[in-house]
């Protein structure tokens, strides 16, 4: 039999990949790629339906650690946003479940990888593009995007093969991991409704208010209240706090790497906490050139991510940069959640660059005279009076 790994998540167009392909004859091995946001439970329930499905072996990889090292650790480093909004919870997790899954497919000597992505969307750009340019030798096969298949024709196949389930249970598709959840449905299809207060997983829980501080160490958050942890698990717990309070929600709005553009809803609670309190130490402990460019790079290494060009070695480059950039980075912030919104209240650190003995902004001057600050005024004022000067007379 042809042996054939599939990126098995459970949901109804992995369930028809791996029923069509079994019965098309192929050995079919399923495998997910924890990146978090999976209790144990659900990882059996997934596990229970894939052999449902006729597999020959269900595997779940957990790359929680992976996905924080090689790329959540960057996306804080570098204050990555998409379009100023989005912490790029699920094209950062498929690049990482991509990686995991074709080094898989190798390991077990498969002459096919399958994945589930329709012809309309990012993902099948980013898998593609990844088994491509790690096992060229490997042929991918995608029974959705090849057949154009609607819903309804997957769920009218797989009753017909005597596979019963709830597949129309959800009106809304969730994608939930480390970094966040993504949540897609009939609104996200257009481009003036909102989502209701039902379609988000959290849900209001606390009012009032409630103070935390995140200690960051050359700009890995290792401790949060005081209590040091691994940064992904700081990330658990400090989601497990702010999404109480329905903190992190909004709806982005992109340019896919098809063309056209997406609007997709999210709760990133702990992701969209961290990065604005990481930037906010970075403004008080870096230079102004340094922040200045550090603003760029994260755009492109935000852009690329996504764009599912995660391989391409100007990344390492970037990477490289953005981890330099971090050496005085350390200090506590403090921040106050409060229900739907939080608010930065201020940092301590010993790298505190408003510190400095020269002055206080505004307020008074130690460092040089008022001759000196007049002289260093006509100077730095010299370009835009010259051209002033030649261009008046034109």
Not at 119 to 139: H, K, S, Y
Not at 172 to 180: C, R
Not at 275 to 290: G, P, V
Not at 296 to 301: A, I, M, P, R, T
């Amino acid at each position: 039999m042809k042996k054939l790994v599939i990126a098995y998540s459970g949901g109804l167009d992995t369930s028809y990949c791996a029923v069509s392909l079994v019965k098309q004859g192929f050995e079919v091995h399923a495998v997910s790629i924890n990146t978090g946001g999976f209790t144990q439970e659900e990882i059996k329930h997934i596990e229970a339906n894939a052999y449902k499905m006729g597999v020959a072996t269900y595997k779940n990889i957990d790359a929680v650690q992976t996905y924080y090292d090689k790329v959540i650790k960057y996306l804080v480093f570098g204050n990555v946003l998409k379009n100023n909004t989005y912490p790029l919870s699920v094209s950062a997790e498929r690049i990482i479940q991509a990686i995991e899954i074709v080094n898989y497919a190798k390991n077990i000597g498969a002459e096919y990888i399958a994945h589930g992505s329709t012809g309309a969307g990012n993902d099948q750009v980013r898998f593609d593009m990844i088994f491509q340019t790690l096992a060229p030798q490997i042929e991918i096969i995608t029974p959705i995007r090849d057949g154009g298949l609607s819903r309804q024709e997957e769920i009218a196949y797989l009753q017909s093969n005597g596979v019963e389930m709830d597949w129309a249970k959800s009106k809304y598709s969730i994608n939930k991991g480390l970094w966040g959840t993504s949540v897609g449905g009939d609104e996200t299809l257009t481009s003036e409704k909102a989502l209701p207060e039902n379609a988000f997983p959290s849900q209001l829980e606390k009012n009032g208010s409630e103070q935390l501080i995140l200690t960051f160490h050359k700009g890995e958050f290792i401790a949060l209240n005081g209590q040091q942890n691994a940064p992904s698990k700081n990330i658990e717990l400090l989601n497990d706090i702010a999404s109480g309070f329905a903190i992190g929600r909004d709806i982005h709005v992109g340019d896919t790497i098809v063309g056209i553009k997406g609007r997709v809803g999210f709760e990133a609670a702990a992701s969209l906490i961290i990065i604005k309190a990481h930037h906010l130490l970075e403004k008080h402990t870096l230079t102004k050139w340094q922040l200045q460019h550090k603003d760029y790079l994260s755009s492109f290494y935000g852009m690329h991510l996504h764009e599912g060009q995660y391989l391409d070695p100007v990344m390492r480059d970037m990477e490289a940069f953005f981890t330099s950039s971090q050496e005085t980075v350390t200090g506590d912030v403090f921040v106050t959640l409060k229900p739907y919104h939080f608010e930065l209240t201020g940092i301590a650190s010993d790298h505190d660059l408003m510190n400095a003995k020269f002055g206080s902004y505004g307020e008074e001057n130690k460092g040089w005279t008022a001759d000196e600050a007049k002289g260093f005024i006509k100077i730095l004022g010299n370009q835009n009076k010259i051209h002033q000067q030649v261009n008046s007379k034109v």
